[in-house]
């Protein structure tokens, strides 16, 4: 679907045509819950995500902008979504301990796991929030490559056919991307945060 359809079905969304929003649906829905399930690792909670992702879709679909493609906002809200599922899932995670007290009784303690800890969601949710600001920072096309291959978890194959582009012309534009946004996060003290993705399993980078 070319980006001149989807602006085309948008438009008759925001008109009132609710059943123009079903080819974005069927366009995008595999991406969308390959995303999930590579943020939440499992099949149900990536299910979930999806449905959810694309429930807000609809429902903020004004708040579109065209300023990049319909895909590459979707993929961010995608994002978002399951972050926060991941926070409701284990919010209350621990791991259960068995102490004797002093009538020699067996009783389980709750001891609270650390790495869902308030502390560390919130150290993790700066550094997201950093690259994000990062990412923003960049020229509409750097934007746009990045979050595809970042955070949709795109192979070079995949961006070539999502941006029309050709697949050498895919691979100098992520690393100028990729530069541009190590410059950026060095600027703000957060380089570290940011490591670009692997090729996934079964695949290799080439361009």
């Not at 649906?25 to 399930?37: D, P, S």
């Not at 979930?48 to 906002?73: C, H, M, N, P």
């Not at 979707?74 to 979504?81: A, H, I, K, P, Q």
Request: proline letters at 4%.
């Amino acid at each position: 679907m070319t980006q001149e359809e989807e602006s085309a079905l948008i438009r008759r969304v925001l008109a009132g045509d609710t059943d123009a929003f079903e080819p974005l649906v069927v366009e995008h829905q595999t991406r969308v819950y390959r995303l999930a399930l590579r943020l939440t690792g499992n099949e149900a909670d990536a299910a979930d995500a999806a449905q959810e992702a694309f429930i807000k879709a609809y429902t903020s679909l004004a708040s579109f902008r065209g300023e990049s493609r319909f895909s590459v906002w979707l993929y961010r809200l995608t994002n978002n979504v399951c972050i926060d599922l991941l926070r409701r899932n284990r919010r209350e995670a621990a791991v259960p301990l068995q102490s004797e007290n002093e009538d020699g009784e067996t009783a389980a303690l709750e001891i609270p796991d650390e790495t869902f800890s308030p502390e560390r969601l919130a150290e993790r949710a700066a550094d997201r929030e950093a690259v994000r600001r990062a990412i923003a920072s960049l020229p509409p096309d750097c934007r746009e490559i990045l979050t595809l291959r970042e955070i949709g978890g795109l192979r070079y194959d995949e961006l070539a056919e999502t941006l029309h582009l050709e697949p050498g012309t895919v691979r100098s534009r992520l690393n100028r991307a990729r530069k541009r946004l190590a410059d950026a996060l060095l600027r703000s003290g957060n380089f570290s945060e940011f490591e670009p993705s692997k090729e996934r399993k079964g695949g290799a980078e080439h361009g």
